[in-house]
Protein backbone atom coordinates (compact mmCIF):
# COMPACT_ATOMS: atom_id res chain seq x y z
CA UNK A 1 0.00 0.00 0.00
CA UNK A 2 2.99 2.52 0.70
CA UNK A 3 4.09 2.03 -2.62
CA UNK A 4 1.02 3.06 -4.25
CA UNK A 5 0.54 5.58 -2.60
CA UNK A 6 4.06 6.75 -2.79
CA UNK A 7 3.25 6.01 -6.45
CA UNK A 8 0.15 8.16 -6.53
CA UNK A 9 2.09 11.34 -4.76
CA UNK A 10 4.83 11.21 -7.49
CA UNK A 11 2.49 11.27 -10.33
CA UNK A 12 0.28 13.76 -8.85
CA UNK A 13 3.68 16.17 -8.52
CA UNK A 14 5.24 15.04 -11.57
CA UNK A 15 2.22 14.97 -14.32
CA UNK A 16 0.76 19.16 -13.90
CA UNK A 17 4.59 20.40 -14.25
CA UNK A 18 5.17 18.44 -17.34
CA UNK A 19 1.54 19.74 -18.52
CA UNK A 20 2.41 23.33 -17.85
CA UNK A 21 6.11 23.03 -19.45
CA UNK A 22 4.12 22.01 -22.80
CA UNK A 23 1.64 24.50 -22.16
CA UNK A 24 4.70 26.93 -22.10
CA UNK A 25 6.26 26.23 -25.19
CA UNK A 26 3.30 27.82 -27.44
CA UNK A 27 3.19 31.01 -28.78
CA UNK A 28 0.13 33.08 -29.77
CA UNK A 29 0.63 36.00 -32.72
CA UNK A 30 -1.82 38.70 -33.89
CA UNK A 31 -2.08 41.04 -36.58
CA UNK A 32 -4.74 42.39 -37.69
CA UNK A 33 -7.62 43.20 -37.85
CA UNK A 34 -6.95 47.24 -37.24
CA UNK A 35 -3.57 48.45 -36.98
CA UNK A 36 -1.87 46.29 -34.00
CA UNK A 37 0.22 43.29 -33.85
CA UNK A 38 1.05 41.25 -30.66
CA UNK A 39 2.93 37.93 -29.43
CA UNK A 40 1.78 36.58 -26.00
CA UNK A 41 2.22 33.70 -24.14
CA UNK A 42 -0.68 32.09 -21.64
CA UNK A 43 -2.48 35.96 -22.78
CA UNK A 44 0.91 37.67 -21.42
CA UNK A 45 2.74 40.08 -23.41
CA UNK A 46 5.85 38.31 -24.81
CA UNK A 47 8.97 40.30 -24.15
CA UNK A 48 11.66 37.66 -22.73
CA UNK A 49 12.01 33.59 -23.35
CA UNK A 50 14.23 31.16 -22.78
CA UNK A 51 16.05 29.59 -25.83
CA UNK A 52 14.10 25.93 -26.75
CA UNK A 53 11.51 25.19 -29.07
CA UNK A 54 8.62 26.47 -29.66
CA UNK A 55 5.12 26.31 -31.63
CA UNK A 56 3.64 29.81 -33.14
CA UNK A 57 0.24 30.34 -33.71
CA UNK A 58 0.14 32.82 -36.20
CA UNK A 59 -3.62 34.50 -36.77
CA UNK A 60 -3.23 37.28 -39.73
CA UNK A 61 -6.75 38.72 -39.45
CA UNK A 62 -6.13 40.97 -42.09
CA UNK A 63 -5.04 41.74 -45.67
CA UNK A 64 -2.88 44.79 -45.67
CA UNK A 65 -0.62 42.89 -43.08
CA UNK A 66 1.35 40.61 -42.54
CA UNK A 67 3.37 39.25 -39.39
CA UNK A 68 6.86 38.94 -39.74
CA UNK A 69 8.94 37.24 -37.21
CA UNK A 70 13.19 37.77 -37.24
CA UNK A 71 16.32 36.65 -35.02
CA UNK A 72 19.26 33.88 -34.78
CA UNK A 73 18.20 30.83 -36.96
CA UNK A 74 14.35 32.84 -37.98
CA UNK A 75 12.98 34.79 -40.91
CA UNK A 76 9.41 33.96 -41.14
CA UNK A 77 6.23 35.66 -42.03
CA UNK A 78 2.36 35.15 -43.79
CA UNK A 79 1.73 36.74 -46.85
CA UNK A 80 0.23 40.66 -47.74
CA UNK A 81 -3.14 40.35 -49.20
CA UNK A 82 -4.22 36.97 -47.64
CA UNK A 83 -6.19 36.10 -44.18
CA UNK A 84 -5.73 33.12 -42.34
CA UNK A 85 -3.79 31.11 -39.67
CA UNK A 86 -0.27 29.47 -39.39
CA UNK A 87 1.60 27.45 -37.39
CA UNK A 88 4.90 27.47 -37.13
CA UNK A 89 7.53 25.40 -35.56
CA UNK A 90 10.82 27.14 -34.40
CA UNK A 91 13.88 26.98 -31.93
CA UNK A 92 14.93 30.47 -30.87
CA UNK A 93 18.24 30.71 -29.90
CA UNK A 94 19.96 33.23 -27.48
CA UNK A 95 19.28 37.55 -28.78
CA UNK A 96 17.22 39.63 -29.90
CA UNK A 97 13.50 38.55 -31.89
CA UNK A 98 11.49 40.91 -33.87
CA UNK A 99 8.10 40.91 -35.34
CA UNK A 100 6.68 43.39 -37.66
CA UNK A 101 4.23 43.70 -40.38
CA UNK A 102 6.42 45.27 -43.48
CA UNK A 103 4.10 47.45 -44.98
CA UNK A 104 3.79 49.36 -41.34
CA UNK A 105 7.31 48.46 -39.90
CA UNK A 106 7.11 52.09 -38.22
CA UNK A 107 4.59 51.64 -35.89
CA UNK A 108 3.33 47.77 -35.92
CA UNK A 109 6.45 45.99 -34.79
CA UNK A 110 7.69 44.03 -31.15
CA UNK A 111 10.50 42.82 -29.62
CA UNK A 112 12.00 40.21 -27.12
CA UNK A 113 15.15 38.57 -26.06
CA UNK A 114 15.72 35.17 -25.74
CA UNK A 115 18.62 33.85 -23.03
Known amino acids: MKIVALAALVAALV ?10 ATLNGTVGPGFTITLTQ ?5 SKLKAG ?4 KIAD ?3 IH ?5 GP ?12 SSTWSVTLKKGK ?3 VCDP ?11 S
Open 15 to 24: VPSALASQSA
Open 42 to 46: GGKKV
Open 53 to 56: KYTI
Open 61 to 63: KSN
Open 66 to 70: DFHLK
Open 73 to 84: GVDKKTSVGSTG
Open 97 to 99: YTF
Open 104 to 114: HATFMKGSFTV
